[in-house]
Nanobody
Framework: QVQLVESGGGLVQPGGSLRLSCVASGFSFSTYRMTWYRQVSGKERELVAGIISSGGVTNYVDSVKGRFTISRDNNKNTVYLQMNRLKPEDTAIYYC?????????WGPGTQVTVTS
């Protein structure tokens, strides 16, 4: 079955960096677009970044452009989110996602907290 497992979250000061990883299994990883979402308690889940199957095209929500970079390693079935110059408003649970044959699949999420 499809499994997505995120890691790399934690507590960081404003201006700091974190690198999130999501290891995928149970499907042909190199065939599918992968995305990162985030959610703050009480708010809707927000699309942060996406990357096509080959890795050649990426997209970002405006609030993270120039600070976050999504990438993937199809040999390792892993998608990454490099987050630089973090701000308190980046605090959220970050989720890895893929959409396969009409279904959304999510990992359990990893908490990112940006605070001084």
């Amino acid at each position: 079955q499809v499994q997505l497992v995120e890691s790399g979250g934690g507590l960081v000061q404003p201006g700091g960096s974190l690198r999130l990883s999501c290891v995928a299994s149970g499907f042909s990883f190199s065939t599918y677009r992968m995305t990162w979402y985030r959610q703050v308690s009480g708010k809707e889940r927000e699309l942060v970044a996406g990357i096509i199957s080959s890795g050649g095209v990426t997209n970002y929500v405006d609030s993270v452009k120039g600070r976050f970079t999504i990438s993937r390693d199809n040999n390792k079935n892993t998608v990454y989110l490099q987050m630089n110059r973090l701000k308190p408003e980046d605090t959220a649970i970050y989720y890895c996602n893929t959409y396969i044959r009409g279904l959304n699949y999510w990992g359990p999420g990893t908490q990112v907290t940006v605070t001084s």
